[in-house]
T-cell receptor, first 109, second 114 residues
Framework: GQNIDQPTEMTATEGAIVQINCTYQTSGFNGLFWYQQHAGEAPTFLSYNVLDGLEEKGRFSSFLSRSKGYSYLLLKELQMKDSASYLCAVQDSNYQLIWGAGTKLIIKP | ETGVTQTPRHLVMGMTNKKSLKCEQHLGHNAMYWYKQSAKKPLELMFVYNFKEQTENNSVPSRFSPECPNSSHLFLHLHTLQPEDSALYLC?????????????FGPGTRLTVT
């Protein structure tokens, strides 16, 4: 079967760094997406990885290792507005998105 | 502003009611999606349309009936729902299907079935 695993909840301190991990087992691989979803709002696109390595975009970076079926999202200089759920999704061989259950990130002052 | 709008934002309906959810995208995309989001569960893909044609129906019960009159509009018709159907229903769109396009989501309709 197809499966995406990510931690249910994480807590971090304002100004710090946090890494959210995602492991996957899917039928084929055409890329991995990270989305951010604030409570009561739509998910919004953060990053896309299809090749191994690190993609950096401002305070957010995303890493992919296809051989290990593993990705992480790194958030630096955390701000209170970063409190949200972070969704990992893998595009399978049919270009269907397989979603994780999301990681709720709580930022404390 | 995501370019994808959904109405209504909140809906409470009884199990014998019939209602419809509406989604509209202003992005010129060709593919549209319906997802169900329940607390602490992964997003569940329900239906996919590409150029108005349904390409995916993930074993969704017949009490959910989609309609896509054109590439910009998507409806989800609801009838005789069950309490376990209470969830957030998200609409999304993307430029196409067979590429690694990001999906753009609407704000969702929070549905409560009583």
């Amino acid at each position: 079967g197809q499966n995406i695993d990510q931690p249910t909840e994480m807590t971090a301190t304002e100004g710090a760094i946090v890494q959210i991990n995602c492991t996957y087992q899917t039928s084929g691989f055409n890329g991995l997406f990270w989305y951010q979803q604030h409570a009561g709002e739509a998910p919004t696109f953060l990053s896309y990885n299809v090749l191994d390595g690190l993609e950096e975009k401002g305070r957010f970076s995303s890493f992919l290792s296809r051989s290990k079926g593993y990705s992480y999202l790194l958030l630096k200089e955390l701000q209170m507005k970063d409190s949200a759920s972070y969704l990992c999704a893998v595009q399978d061989s049919n270009y269907q998105l397989i979603w994780g259950a999301g990681t709720k990130l709580i930022i404390k002052p | 502003e995501t370019g994808v709008t959904q109405t209504p934002r909140h809906l409470v309906m009884g199990m014998t009611n019939k209602k419809s959810l509406k989604c509209e995208q202003h992005l010129g995309h060709n593919a549209m999606y319906w997802y169900k989001q329940s607390a602490k569960k992964p997003l569940e893909l329900m239906f996919v349309y590409n150029f108005k044609e349904q390409t995916e129906n993930n074993s969704v019960p017949s009490r959910f009936s989609p309609e896509c009159p054109n590439s910009s509009h998507l409806f989800l018709h609801l009838h005789t729902l069950q309490p376990e159907d209470s969830a957030l229903y998200l609409c999304a769109s993307s430029p196409g299907l067979a590429e690694s396009y990001e999906q753009y989501f609407g704000p969702g309709t929070r549905l409560t079935v009583t």
